[in-house]
């Protein structure tokens, strides 16, 4: 174990447990420090992460974990869908860890994290959303479409590989800039 995971792990994990209090918010929180061990990786210099994939799965459980903890308090359609979810990215996770093929990831996307900042957003704006067969149906469709295109561009056409996060954010600064 580097003193460079170490300081990964640390960031990550701190940056989930705001959840714990405020979910939508700390939803939003954990989601960003998630990405920011792509910006940790580029400029810490302290024996680097090994696998970084595995090492990104492994602390993205910590946060999943996190968010089952604060969704098995919600009540109704909201917390089965948010359990089952859990359930099946847990079991893609455990095929990815088994195999090692990223193409597991993008069978099993991680619609639970979606599925509880929407769940979380909704609380926080209104107490009294239904979730009714529909609005659960077309809740749960958009949230698969977005985060399995996500899966796909990370995982299975790995897009994003070939790129440092320096160069992506260089890339869109100049792009912006004109």
């Known amino acids: 174990m580097t003193p460079e995971l170490l300081v990964v792990a640390a960031v990550r994990i701190a940056g989930s447990l705001p959840v714990l209090r405020w979910p939508f918010a700390g939803a939003l929180l ?12 580029d400029y810490l210099d302290l024996g680097g992460l090994g696998d970084y994939q595995a090492v990104d799965k492994w602390l993205d459980q910590v946060m999943l974990a996190l ?7 919600w009540r109704g359609p909201v917390r089965l869908v948010a359990v089952l979810l859990y359930l099946f990215r847990l079991e893609g996770f455990l095929l990815f860890e088994l195999t090692g093929e990223r193409i597991v990831l993008v069978m099993f996307p991680n619609v639970f994290e979606t599925w509880f900042v929407v769940a979380a957003f909704l609380a926080w704006r209104s107490s009294a959303f239904a979730y009714t067969g529909p609005r659960v149906a077309a809740l749960l ?7 399995l295109g996500q899966e796909l561009l990370l995982h299975a056409w790995r897009v994003f590989d070939a790129y440092s996060t320096v160069d992506v954010v260089n890339a869109i600064t100049r792009w912006l800039g004109g």
Not at 30 to 35: L, W
Not at 141 to 147: H, I, N
């Open 30 to 41: 954990a989601i960003a420090v998630d990405f920011s061990d792509l910006f940790l990786r």
């Open 67 to 73: 968010f089952l903890v604060v969704s098995l308090r």
């Open 141 to 147: 469709l958009a949230c698969t479409a977005f985060k």
